[in-house]
Nanobody
Framework: QVQVTESGGGRVQAGDSLRISCTAS????????MGWFRQPPTRGREFVAH????????NYADSVKGRFTISRDNAGNTVHLQMNNLNSEDTAVYYC???????????????????WGKGTLVTVFS
């Protein structure tokens, strides 16, 4: 069984930066593609960012491109989401996504995610 744990959420002022992290554990010798989705207070869950197993390929939603950066540690399955120039539209619960069997190119679809974290709340106030 794969366990997914997020950390680093919080309350920040508009224009500030915040980094959230996620670790997937419970499977030795496997490197997963991983990513982030978020669910704002009044909308459904939406794709934010994805990084492949090697860290060589990153993908972003248009709404965060240029402001958010996803990265991963070289060893193991830990990813980080550096969020800069935050605004109120970024307020959401952020969920870590772990992909084990996802078809190539399907990373932005919720049904491509095999394991989810419980979420971490990011609140941006003006």
């Amino acid at each position: 069984q794969v366990q997914v744990t997020e950390s680093g959420g919080g309350r920040v002022q508009a224009g500030d930066s915040l980094r959230i992290s996620c670790t997937a554990s419970g499977r030795t010798g496997v490197k997963f593609a991983m990513g982030w989705f978020r669910q704002p207070p009044t909308r459904g869950r939406e794709f934010v960012a994805h990084i492949n197993w090697s860290g060589e390929n990153e993908n972003y939603a248009d709404s965060v491109k240029g402001r958010f950066t996803i990265s991963r540690d070289n060893a193991g399955n830990t990813v980080h989401l550096q969020m800069n120039n935050l605004n109120s539209e970024d307020t959401a619960v952020y969920y870590c996504a772990v992909y084990e069997f996802a078809p190539s190119g399907s990373y932005s679809q919720q049904n491509a995610v095999d394991y989810w974290g419980k979420g971490t709340l990011v609140t941006v106030f003006s």
